[in-house]
């Protein structure tokens, strides 16, 4: 009986399942934590590692890219076939901090499996999930035969995505000749749930501000003063209250411009998962649903603009009163962006938006952090097709698709490259992503790399070089 | 040529004018800080100091009263006239805390004299003005021949006015059938200008408190749940949007229940002052004067009810940002009040309406802290009249009318006691109340102690015993 190509790709899975995962062990136990600088060395060690693994994996190329702060990690192993399309995979080598007392049952940097899971930090944010594609790519070889894959594939995982990914943008900016691909596989998020197997098609954008609000020269006695001048905290608070109408819609004029609104298609498709709002709640660790009407929860979180407060400050906030009426107020807002809205509009917007509407006599300063933009692949896009295609083999089952209410650093790729952003990941919610006791499920793990091994294959079959 | 009364009061401030400036020097040279517990024996000395020296001065009985706090000091000096009124005199003998370091020009316990001018802590708040009343006293004895007051004179001179009277409301209530009176006289207030000498009518009451909000359990990531569930930062910016109409009233229903309105006379009155709005607002050190429509700024501080947030805060207020939706938010709101307003009314229609306002999936806790009620004589009031005319023969013009836009503990004496209260100072806006330098301008000092001569014999005079 000879082995249909999937078969062929399990067993070679079956057969490599044990190196591979003593291989991850290996790296998870670096503490590759981004944020604390005692790391920086276990930072630099963790891209060496990797370096060092996908040049035993095959790939021809495989160098530590040095930024200003941790190093990145750059692979490539071209295609016979020039006609194929590139693709770029990025993920992360650097972890969130994590210690044995925050409430691990095991230590994080001490890898071990326990009911068919594997606990420690990184294993599924984002080091396993970076790590399945070199099984994928063996396997892929493997089952049909190839001595180079059938795309051109790139890979650039990032160290510092843990902590804001600070010199992500020119690091792309500066390579961006070699990093030029028709698509960005981002392995870097997850699905709906061990059952559900989804494909993730954007990422909410992200604009982030803080506007200071002054209005007396300093604390001033609110009993001699009160009623009779302007008080910064009740002026910034009046600017939040009206940042979104009655309808929860937000109310900068202009905001909406743009906005690439949800399909039919795309509406029926996300009504389709499984959706328990209790439970959603509960992971909320909130005690009720509520947004922009006309829309439902995960439409809300996926799919549409948003202004939240992150942070309001002013005044006396310790213990007790303090009858003073405060120098100065301030607020921190961020903005989750959709497809079609633009970061300096939303700049603009904003700041005409504050100035119009606060009273003589409070002077405001507006500070914007460096923004991120939204990403979305249409359904039909032929890349897309081939990911759900190639996790349908893996997994058996349909796979749906959702999208990530987050903002990430894929979203550089998009604009320097000019490529669209795929989703590629197979962590669940129980991971505990930031959280203790990380884990990744191993049946996961195995079927992302199984996905990875249909997808190159796929890719190259059904989208020639769309460049 | 035979004396008048008031120049024989003139001629007895003179001459022991340099015996009642070194006694209140070496008073002052107490640090009697009751906000800090290492000063809490000088807070004791101070007491026994004061109930000395009004021995001295002849009052017949003098005390020190124990609290639970720091210790108060009481004294009386009955009439002869058993129909005559009688008059507690209120103040304090605690201060501010004050260190050279803080800007002072000379060490703020080492009284000195500077340009007719003595500076030292507590020489306006409060110990001056309460001592020009031993002066006074003595004047009024010389100048009409009398071995005892004309009225039943009562002082009660508390110990923890700066750190918000904590225990005078029960010391009050404990003593309020040796406190009995007819008229409450508070020497802890200022005066329009050195120009322009004015009573004050009256003070805004004070209501207090914080009301909590609680959103999800704990701060939950913006991106993956924002805009789907309510924020506790929006919800308490909402909360303070809504305080406040259009129109700059308060837009609590009910808020103005009872408010004893401004007469025409009382208009008339205040517009006559030399009011200077740019000059009010520097020493407002705000840009803009802003507040309840059809009202005046003076108006608005001494006569009109107000709800001022002292304090806001929730979520991440430090550098940078955090894409957080905060578990909670808080704000503090005080409400000083006029007359005619009651305080459980005031926190029954606050928390109704805080109530009513909270979206779903918030939970609140509002807490108020004890409260201050206004106090106001009107203008017709005999005992004002008298105190009117006293400080009008002192100072030797036109008296004019001023209210307080903050709130003080006298509220507590005119609450158990069933007395009007009335306010007799001399300190002027410049005296630095608080602040380094503080000092008393001599020449108004010693027009509190004629002022005070001559409103004895007045209000027995003018004010037969009214209970
Ligand atoms: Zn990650
Ligand atoms: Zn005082």
Redesign the interface.
Same mark, same amino acid.
């Given at each position: 009986m000879s082995q249909t190509p999937d078969s062929a790709v399990r067993t070679y899975i079956d057969q490599h399942r044990t190196a591979f995962l003593d291989d991850l062990a290996e790296w998870l136990r670096i503490p590759s934590v981004s944020a604390q600088p005692h790391h920086a060395l276990d930072v630099r060690r963790s891209a060496d590692w990797l370096a060092g693994k996908l040049k035993e994996t095959g790939f021809p190329t495989a160098e530590v890219w040095q930024t200003p702060g941790a190093p990145a990690v750059y692979a490539e192993w071209p295609s016979d076939d020039p006609a194929a399309p590139t693709v770029l995979v990025y993920g992360h080598h650097d972890v969130q901090p994590a210690a044995r007392e925050d409430g691990w049952d095991s230590e994080p940097f001490e890898p071990v499996v326990r009911d068919n899971r594997l606990y420690a930090r990184g294993a599924a944010d984002d080091k396993g999930q970076i790590f399945f594609h070199t099984l994928g790519v063996r396997a892929h070889l493997a089952a049909t035969g190839r001595s180079v894959p059938a795309v051109h594939l790139k890979l650039l995982i990032e160290g510092e995505e843990e902590s804001g990914s600070p010199h992500f943008r020119a690091l792309v900016e500066e390579h961006a000749g070699r990093l030029a691909a028709d698509a960005v596989i981002v392995s870097d998020t997850g699905m709906w749930s061990e059952d559900t197997p989804t494909v993730c098609t954007g990422m909410?954008g992200?604009a982030?501000c803080?506007i200071r609000l002054y209005?007396?020269?300093?604390d001033? *006695?609110? $009993?001699?003063? $009160?009623?009779?001048?302007?008080?910064p905290?009740?002026a910034?608070?009046?600017?939040?209250?009206?940042? *979104?109408d009655e309808q929860g819609r937000v109310a900068v004029p202009g905001f909406y411009d743009g906005v690439v609104e949800l399909t039919d298609r795309e509406r029926e498709l996300f009504a389709e998962l499984p959706f328990d709002e209790q439970r959603w709640?509960r992971t909320?660790?909130? *005690?009720?649903?509520? $947004?922009?009407a006309g829309y439902t929860?995960l439409e809300?979180?996926w799919a549409?603009?948003?202004a939240?407060?992150?942070?309001? $400050?002013?005044?006396?906030?310790g213990a007790?009163?303090?009858?003073?009426?405060?120098a100065s107020?301030?607020?921190?807002l961020?903005f989750?962006l959709v497809a079609g809205q633009d970061l300096d509009h939303i700049e603009r917007i904003v700041r005409a938006w504050a100035a119009d509407r606060l009273?003589?006599?409070?002077?405001h300063e507006i500070a914007f952090?460096p923004g991120t933009r939204p990403c979305l692949t249409p359904l039909d896009h032929p890349a897309l097709q081939s990911v759900a295609r190639a996790m349908g083999r893996a997994f058996g089952t349909t796979v749906r698709f959702t999208r990530?209410?987050?903002?990430g650093p894929a979203a550089d790729l998009q604009d320097v490259l000019g490529a669209p952003v795929l989703f590629l990941g197979i962590s669940v919610p129980s991971d505990g992503w930031h959280a203790p006791n990380e884990k990744v499920e191993l049946d996961l793990l195995l079927k992302g790399a199984e996905t990875g091994a249909y997808l190159w294959g796929d890719l190259a079959a059904n989208w020639r070089h769309a460049r």
């Open positions: 909410r992200l982030e803080e209005g007396p020269d300093q001033i *006695h609110s $009993g001699s003063f $009160g009623g009779a001048v302007p008080n905290a009740t910034v608070a009046r600017l939040v209250a009206a940042l *979104h709640l909320a660790k909130s *005690h009720a649903a509520q $947004g922009e929860t809300r979180v549409r603009p948003t939240e407060v992150n942070g309001i $400050g002013g005044g006396y906030q007790g009163s303090k009858t003073v009426i405060p107020a301030m607020v921190k961020s989750r009273p003589a006599g409070i002077r952090s990530e209410g987050g903002s």
